[in-house]
């Protein structure tokens, strides 16, 4: 009985972080409790009410599932309780510090023209990078063999950047496309998108596909400048299609994949649930399962060893001659329990916290995150309405801090975030060359009207006022 109440309550908890606080729709904070929700919520729903097995089965043969479901649901909810504290301790911003420049998301709304321009350079780039690469390995099969299984690609990472980058501007564009009607310009985004999609899908990754799917339906849904943030039937339909999208598209990206590598869908033979859960990553909480019934008396913890090795994956391999094929943590937590494996098990940041430093770094790593995404979205509410704001928004919640700060946060800020960031910046430089441009009078694109402004400027700011504003 004890595996349907976990999973109700820490549901709940998610649900209320994503659609309870008084923040817009494609806020990174309501990012970030919706990515809990698909990546721990639905395995915490499947298992708890016993409607699929965890996996693999064979590693829960002996153990008590109910018993586990228990304590890895205490190391969630000492997580997420810490991120609403960050959210609540970190200091409020006085009204002179919120007119100033934000380091994150654009103040002003970009020219498309120069954002297209920019785009198609990237993506030119990216597809000179996937065609001598394709010359090189013999084909797409190959290729994808030897990024995904042979790890012949590990100090070639780099040259993943500018497609990745490129779906996520590709993603960007299409929204305002969209928006301003402009039908030349969204069949040159849908156009990049494609062609930023397959290199990616050359490295045999999906991850930059589906996020980038999730800024255009998010975009789409929730349009920049729209601020709602009131919760009604309307509001969860949208992000029931949001989710069904997604799951779409990552279940038929995983079926491509399977179908390079090996010929056949793997797992074909598996329930409707279990191929969902595959083909969407979301087995975070069958492996957060067997780190928290192991760690601290099958395998001792690491004391911070994930997070060092975050730090120094930023190395070059060029720099560093010596470094891993692999410093990444699911790597070795799933050779603990499969040693000939190469790919890893996600567990996601509540897990990594407790492998490292127990449950009080758990406790230490919701609160961080907590005043990381406070920072991130009190930047967000006063930025410019503008489909780079979304995609920023959306890339730092999955990509970067993915469901929240952890060991892997300093590679993922210098390989994702940075460029996205210098990028957006470039093409807001380029839209507005001198100071006198920035007058709503010379702009090169016109402001949209945002009614709730306000709001949204203070919305952030609420959550420290006292327990009366949720």
């Not at 500018?162 to 985004?189: C, E, H, Q, Y």
């Not at 975009?219 to 400048?225: H, V, Y």
């Amino acid at each position: 009985m004890i595996g349907p109440l976990v999973a109700v309550c820490l549901v709940a908890i998610m649900v209320f972080g994503a659609f309870k606080l008084p923040l817009s729709r494609t806020n990174p904070i309501t990012v970030l409790f919706l990515s809990f929700g698909a990546f721990y919520g639905m395995r915490l729903m499947l298992i708890g009410f016993s409607l699929d097995d965890p996996f693999p089965e064979s590693q829960f043969a002996d153990r008590d599932v109910d018993d586990m479901l228990a304590r890895t649901g205490i190391v969630l909810v000492i997580f997420i309780a810490a991120i609403f504290v960050g959210l609540a301790v970190s200091p409020r911003n006085s009204g002179e510090q919120r007119d100033k420049k934000g380091w994150v998301f654009l103040d002003r709304e970009p020219n498309p023209k120069f954002h297209l321009l920019v785009l198609l350079a990237i993506t030119a780039v990216a597809s000179l990078v996937s065609f001598a690469l394709l010359v090189r390995f013999g084909g797409p099969s190959a290729m994808i063999q030897s990024a995904k299984v042979d790890k012949q690609l590990a100090g070639l990472f780099p040259l993943r950047v500018p497609a990745t980058l490129g779906t996520a501007l590709a993603s960007a564009l299409v929204i305002d496309a969209v928006r301003r009607k402009n039908w030349f310009l969204l069949s040159m985004a849908v156009t990049s998108t494609v062609l930023n999609g397959l290199s990616v899908m050359l490295w045999g990754a999906r991850s930059a596909i589906v996020t980038g799917l999730a800024i255009v339906v998010i975009g789409l849904m929730f349009p920049p400048g729209s601020q709602q943030k009131k919760t009604n039937s309307r509001v969860l339909l949208k992000f029931a299609a949001v989710g069904l999208l997604v799951v779409s598209a990552a279940f038929g990206l995983r079926a491509v994949r399977e179908l390079s590598l090996n010929g056949q869908l793997l797992f074909q033979e598996e329930s409707l649930y279990r191929r969902v859960s595959l083909a969407t990553n979301s087995i975070y909480l069958d492996a957060s399962l067997l780190v928290v019934d192991d760690f601290d008396e099958v395998y001792e913890f690491r004391d911070g060893e994930d997070f060092l090795n975050g730090v120094f994956g930023m190395v070059p391999r060029a720099v560093w001659s010596g470094k891993p094929t692999s410093i990444v943590p699911g790597v070795w937590i799933r050779q603990n329990y499969e040693p000939d494996a190469r790919n890893g098990w996600p567990v996601g940041a509540p897990i990594m916290w407790y492998v490292n430093f127990g449950l009080a770094g758990v406790a230490i790593g919701g609160v961080i995150t907590g005043m990381v995404f406070r920072w991130i979205g009190l930047q967000y509410e006063r930025a410019a309405p503008s489909g780079l704001n979304i995609s920023l928004s959306v890339t730092l919640a999955i990509g970067v801090f993915h469901l929240g700060v952890e060991a892997e946060t300093p590679s993922r800020i210098v390989v994702i975030a940075l460029p996205l960031l210098l990028t957006s910046k470039v093409i807001e430089r380029l839209s507005y060359p001198s100071v006198r441009d920035a007058d709503d009078d010379k702009a090169p694109v016109p402001p949209i009207e945002r009614s709730e402004a306000d709001v949204g400027r203070t919305a952030l700011e609420s959550l420290s006022a006292g327990p009366h504003v949720i």
